[in-house]
């Protein structure tokens, strides 16, 4: 079974991650499409930053859910299988896909990396903590819990290299995806047709995404799972009106029983 799974925001919803577009995407009345831009960025690095560091903190405290789980079984249960996920957040990997079985198409919000040059940092322990936060640090052996000063929930990060500010390791309107990730997903294309592509918890406001549903799935099963309509809900060759965390462990069983022959 050859299998294409397309993710985005409401796959990590139940997990209480807000959506992008949903009624709690907003964040401090601020419409989330116009602080995860360039311009935000330039114009208020403090506040684009603050957005991000209390999303990383929301992560961290969040646990993946069914959804999550459901995939990650169908990744280990299928040899031929790519997750594409919008979702910047570590939930799929959580939740056990391995790196090579998925592409985070909009980067990773705990990568932090230079605005400038190419200096990038994946260790969580080096990224910037939320304001407000405790960190803990050791002393004399023993660990203890200080709060960050408001001096340093101030900080804008700068690049050790180059002194330029440091931004969250994600992709912003506007930017091009990657080229090494995007040549991931073309080369699963074209390693054949998928039997099934699974689109779930997305808009797909995004041409790319729309395009991937329907050339991966050309001669197999388009399933959409979302409780709204979207742009690809017709040309889904089954529609599943629900959560995901609800659909996902379901349709997977379904897959993993028949093997994808007879959805
Ligand atoms: P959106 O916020 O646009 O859409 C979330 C989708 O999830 C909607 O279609 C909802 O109907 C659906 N949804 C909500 N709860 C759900 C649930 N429990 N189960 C299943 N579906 C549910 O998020 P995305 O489509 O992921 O990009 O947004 C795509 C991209 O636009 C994001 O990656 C981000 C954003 O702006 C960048 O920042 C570049």
Known sequence: MRVLVLTGAGVS???GIPTFRGKDGYWRNLDPAKLATPEAFARDPQLVWDWYRE???RIRNAQ???AHE????????TDDFLLVTQNVDDLHA????????????????FVTRCSRCDFSNGDRGGSPEPPGTHVVEPTNGRLRSIAATSMQQKKIPRCPGCEAFLRPGVVWFG??????????????????ACDVVIVAGTTATFGYITDWALRGSRYGELIEVNPEETSLSRFATRLVREPAANALPRIVNELIACGGTKL
């Open 70 to 77: 459901a995939i990650a079984r169908l990744a280990q249960r």
């Open 13 to 15: 919803a139940e997990s």
């Open 94 to 109: 959580r939740a056990g896909v391995a790196q090579e079985k998925m592409v985070q198409i909009h980067g990773d919000i």
């Open 175 to 192: 930017e091009q995806l990657p080229q090494s990730k995007l040549q991931r997903v073309e080369d699963f294309l074209d390693g054949g």
């Open 55 to 57: 999303r990383r903190q």
């Open 64 to 66: 993946p859910n069914a």
